[in-house]
């Protein structure tokens, strides 16, 4: 059963070229392996 | 894998780092996760299963972020879904967590090398947010357009064609949805959305006796979905065959109906104007037997004035000047005697001896000729002149007497 406004608010605006910069800035590149390390090193010590 | 404490490259399984001891089998584990993962959507992109493969390449960099792999696969995944810019913001992310000997700089080179292709993959971005707001605000028919354009300009734009194709089943235009959801299967065979949108046009088609949902009835508010299924979908009345043979015996009644009724005033209609036609046919026949008739008989008068006329004709024919020369000749002696001695003598005036002999001379002659064979009124009226002309100054008793020559000479 599809419901055409749920479907629709799916759809997510794209990346446009223009806004590439702040996309990349803004992207969350924390991986598991951050988050052991944070785990284990709560005062906040990054990976190389 | 670098050790997250010392930062010495560790290659091979280890459980503990060789420099600073540091236990970093968890990393390696997370390592090995990250490329297991990259490994399945490395398959499923290979099988055109794009969806499958990008989930998977997600989930590998989640675990490992410096899977540089993972990211540039993920990035081609995005380009060739239509996403260009996804596919360069992880090309770029790319470059900089390894800059050397990486295959993203090679692939950002190749998408910016051709820039018209590059500005429409820009511009079919530009435009899809365009038709996206456009849907949500209620322009459909605009948004349509607009994405319209977008698969004109990218051809691989997956969320270009699912949104489009969303908006046809809103409008229950179930072929053409069908057919840009076939075209992304063909892009992304595991595409979750395409595959369930055509479930549900088939479910909608299927339904027996389905009449066409009313758009009208779609709105925003919390309740029923207009496609819930339950709607009939409409279909055509199969052709009733007794309103087909009433119709033809409709006909047939009408068709006896114009026979019986009009044919025959038609036909008397006909019959009086011929009535009418061949009275006046005759008389103008008639009339111009009639006018035949008479001119016939004015035909036989002129016949007979002709003949009169052609008798006339022949009649004068014989007072053709010819046949009376020697009277213009004598004619002609006259004018000359009167130029020379007549028509000189002014009032008054005596006339010569020499004269008068001249006259007198002419004057025998005239007495002389014979006008028996001369029977011309003209050759008489001309005698008539000479004589009475020098009948007036000639003198009788000096005339000749008519001798049987002179007489001869005359007639000649």
């Not at chain 2, 948004?143 to 809103?170: F, P």
Request: proline content about 3%; overall charge negative; hydrophobic content about 35%.
């Amino acid at each position: 059963m599809i419901n055409y406004d749920e479907e629709l608010q799916r759809f997510t605006p794209s990346v446009e070229i223009d806004d590439a910069e702040d996309a990349i800035f803004r992207s969350d590149t924390t991986d598991l392996s951050d988050v052991i390390e944070k785990l284990n090193n709560p005062k906040g010590a990054t990976r190389q | 894998m670098k050790c997250p404490k010392c930062g010495t490259y560790i290659v091979g399984r280890r459980r503990r780092c060789e420099s600073c001891g540091a236990d970093i089998s968890a990393l390696d584990r997370l390592r090995r996760i990250s490329n297991r993962l990259y490994n399945e959507g490395l398959e499923m992109a290979r099988v055109r299963d794009l969806t499958g493969a990008a989930d998977r390449l997600k989930k590998s960099l989640e675990f490992n972020k410096e899977n540089i792999d993972a990211r540039n696969l993920l990035g081609l995944v995005y380009y060739e879904m239509g996403e260009s810019t996804a596919a360069i913001c992880q090309w770029v992310i790319s470059q900089n967590t390894k800059e050397e000997d990486n295959e993203a700089e090679r692939l950002i080179n190749l998408v910016r090398a051709d820039s018209t292709e590059f500005g429409n993959l820009n511009s079919a971005t530009k435009k899809f947010n365009i038709a996206l707001d456009l849907a949500r605000n209620g322009n459909e028919d605009m948004a349509m357009i607009q994405l319209k354009k977008v698969i004109a300009l990218n051809d691989h734009y997956i969320k270009a064609y699912l949104l489009l194709s969303l908006l046809y089943i809103k409008n229950c235009e179930y072929e053409r949805a069908k057919k840009l959801l076939k075209k992304v299967l063909k892009i992304d065979v595991g595409n979750i959305t395409a595959r369930r949108y055509i479930n549900e046009i088939r479910l909608t088609l299927d339904t027996p006796g389905g009449v066409k949902p009313n758009p009208d009835s779609i709105s925003d508010d919390v309740g029923p979905s207009p496609f819930s299924g339950k709607e009939k979908i409409y279909t055509e009345d199969k052709p009733n065959i007794l309103s087909l043979v009433t119709f033809f015996i409709g006909i047939a009644i009408g068709i006896v109906v114009v026979y019986v009724l009009a044919v025959p005033n038609i036909r008397s209609d006909y019959e009086t104007k011929y009535a009418e036609r061949e009275r006046q046919i005759g008389a103008d026949v008639s009339s111009t037997n009639a006018e035949i008739s008479s001119l016939q008989s004015r035909i036989s008068i002129l016949q007979d004035k002709n003949a009169d006329l052609q008798s006339q004709l022949l009649l004068a024919d014989r007072n053709d000047p010819v046949d009376y020369i020697p009277v213009l000749q004598l004619y002609s002696d006259f004018l000359a005697l009167c130029s020379e001695t007549i028509d000189p003598i002014k009032e008054g005036d005596l006339i010569g001896a020499e004269d008068i002999e001249k006259i007198n001379a002419f004057y025998t002659r005239l007495l002389d000729f014979d006008m028996t064979p001369y029977e011309s009124e003209y050759a008489k009226e001309l005698y008539a002149i000479m004589a009475d002309k020098i009948g007036t100054y000639a003198v009788p008793e000096q005339a000749e007497k008519p001798s049987d020559d002179t007489a001869k000479e005359g007639q000649e």
